[in-house]
Structures are given as structure tokens and as C-alpha cells.
């Protein structure tokens, strides 16, 4: 059951004052204009404490023909019909109506129609499950391949260096199809893992590889020497010093599953809970004004979407700027 501000709510007119203003017309001529003023109260029929709680309480005001609404303290949501018409989604007063209204409707509006249950939680979860898996296998592969194509010297690894770098100029599109073929066969469609594993980790490899070709060879072999093999030497020596490369990638690649909108959409179609928070917002933009598009809730839910990303830069800012300084004056 839900309660709507038409059934409780009324308007009443308090007060009016008149004003002459000056304006250029059609043809550029400075001209007196009658203004008015009208001053309107909107009050609940019912008690404020036993009542029902409104969320929303829209209001459209038209005014008669040849005449032109100018302004109002709280600006309107629409105007049509050349200023005849403007509309206000919401005039509940108080910071959550006037202000965070949108924001609570991201929460309150995108419920699973069985079920009742918001799923704006469960879909930044899903985001961030991914985009850690996918952090954790960047990493390992791409330190794993870089260090191996940076230190190993063994027949092709030069074609397939050359191969890595061709990748990165092939886009998802291409391959979408034979990689949704493959995780249909293994039952991996509508789970996070299919998700987690498309990724072309080219340029992470290439950053790490880069890396491992700038650091001291002289400190490896003295490891070997003391009785170390290739796998402890990179897990014990070099590793623990490739922490800004590392780094780096972890925040690309984060950065990149969070955003990443394409195999999700094509991977990951059900169950409403299971999507996540970048399909999600598509799903709003869909739900609510048809082809218009409710762009309040869809703005309100984008920005939602980037705090994550935010809070890991500002709280990685100072290693990402200090690696970049350490560049540019080696």
C-alpha cells in the first residue's frame, strides 16, 4: 500500500503583489511587463505525527494563456509550453526532499518487483567482488609475465611479447562471441567469474615488464649465488621492491572492472540482483520515463557509483603521484 500527497495534501493561496518590469521584446524595444507575485502554502490534511509518511509531493502549475511563469524560490524540475507549464517532481520540504531526494530514490525505487528488496546493495557488492578478483588475477598474471618476458630468455619470447602488444589493439567487441560460447559451455554465464577472467591484461604486463627490466640485476644473481632459485628470488627480492608498479596496476585495474559496462551487460543478465552497479544504472534509466529518461535518479545513481573510485584515489594519491615524481626524474 502505498500513500500519494494528492490524497492529503492541499494548496492554498496566502498572498499576491503586483510589479512592473522592464524587458526587450521580439524586436529589441525596452519595455514595461505587469508582473505578479503569487505566494502559495501547501499543508497535510492529516496529523504529522500519526499521518503516513509522503516521500514525494509533486506540484505543476499552469499559467493562463499569454502570460509566462518567470521564477520561483525553488527551481522547477520542467518547463513546457514556453514557460506556461512548470512542473516539480518534489517540494517535500527539508534536506531529504529538496535535496537528497533522488538519492534516497535510488534506494527506495530499485527493489526487485518479487521480492520487495532494494537492490542497489547487492549491486555494488557484485561490482566490487568482481573488481577485486580481478585485481588479485591482474596482479598475479601480470608479474608472473612480466617478469618472465623481462628475465627469462627462451625460444618465442619475443613473438609472444609482440602478440601481447597485438592484443591491445583488438577490441572486446570482436571476441565477445567465441568468449560467451566458451562460458556457456562451462556454466560460468549469470556468475561473477565469467566477469572476473575476460580481461586482457596487455598493458598491465607491459608496466610490470618494464619494471622488472629497470631493476638491478646485480641483486638477483648475488641471491642466486647465496643458494636462491629464479622462484625466491622473485617472490623474496624482487616483489616486495616492485610495490609502485604494483600498485599502479592494482588501481588500474580496479578502476577498470568497476567502470567496465560491456561483459557485464553480456555476461551477467539474471537474476536483478546479480547485475552490477554500472548495468544497474542502465536498468534505471530504462524503468523510469521511458525514452526521456528520469535523470535526477540516473545522475543521482552514477554518482553513487564513482565514491569507491574516489576514496581509492584519495587514499592512494600520495603513492601514485610520489611513482610518477620517481619517473620523471630517474
Known amino acids: 500500500m502505498r500513500h500519494y500527497a494528492a490524497d492529503y495534501a492541499s494548496i492554498a493561496l496566502r498572498s499576491s503583489s503586483s510589479a512592473t518590469k522592464q524587458a526587450r521584446d521580439k524586436?529589441?524595444?525596452?519595455?514595461?511587463?505587469?508582473?505578479?507575485?503569487?505566494?502559495?502554502e501547501i499543508t497535510y490534511r492529516s496529523d504529522r505525527h500519526n499521518g503516513p509518511w509522503i516521500e514525494r509531493t509533486p506540484v505543476n502549475l499552469t499559467a493562463p494563456t499569454s502570460q509566462t511563469l518567470i521564477d520561483s524560490p525553488i527551481s522547477p524540475s520542467r518547463s513546457e509550453r514556453r514557460g506556461r507549464l512548470l512542473s516539480w517532481d518534489n517540494i517535500t520540504p527539508g534536506a531529504l526532499g529538496l535535496i537528497f531526494n533522488n538519492y534516497r530514490r535510488v534506494i527506495s525505487e530499485t527493489a526487485d518487483l518479487q521480492t520487495g528488496k532494494s537492490l542497489i546493495g547487492s549491486w555494488l557488492g557484485n561490482s566490487l567482488a568482481i573488481a577485486t578478483g580481478r585485481l588479485v588475477l591482474t596482479l598475479v598474471v601480470a608479474s608472473l609475465a612480466g617478469y618472465a618476458l623481462a628475465r627469462l630468455k627462451f625460444r618465442g619470447?619475443?613473438?609472444?611479447?609482440a602478440a601481447a602488444l597485438f592484443s591491445m589493439t583488438i577490441p572486446a567487441q570482436v571476441t565477445f562471441v567465441s568468449n560467451y560460447l566458451i562460458f556457456r559451455d562451462l556454466s560460468l554465464l549469470n556468475t561473477p567469474w565469467s566477469v572476473i577472467v575476460v580481461f586482457v591484461a596487455s598493458a598491465n604486463v607491459l608496466l610490470m615488464k618494464q619494471f622488472f627490466e629497470g631493476f638491478p640485476r646485480e641483486i638477483e644473481e648475488a641471491a642466486i649465488v647465496d643458494g636462491a632459485n629464479r622462484f625466491q628470488v622473485f617472490c623474496k627480492i624482487v616483489l616486495p621492491n616492485a610495490k609502485p608498479a604494483l600498485l599502479v596496476n592494482a588501481i588500474l585495474a580496479f578502476q577498470g572492472a568497476w567502470n567496465d559496462f560491456f561483459w557485464p551487460l553480456v555476461l551477467i543478465t539474471s537474476p536483478p540482483e546479480a547485475l552490477t552497479i554500472q548495468v544497474g544504472l542502465l536498468s534505471l534509466r530504462r524503468s523510469f520515463g521511458g525514452v526521456q529518461g528520469d535523470w535526477g535518479l540516473v545522475l543521482a545513481g552514477a554518482f553513487i557509483s564513482i565514491v569507491p573510485v574516489v576514496i581509492l584515489f584519495v587514499l592512494f594519491q600520495r603513492h601514485i603521484v610520489s611513482t610518477e615524481f620517481a619517473k620523471g626524474t630517474t
Not at 524586436?27 to 502559495?40: D, E, H, K, L, S
Open 157 to 161: 619470447s619475443r613473438l609472444l611479447f
Open 27 to 40: 524586436r529589441g524595444i525596452r519595455q514595461g511587463w505587469q508582473a505578479r507575485t503569487f505566494v502559495y
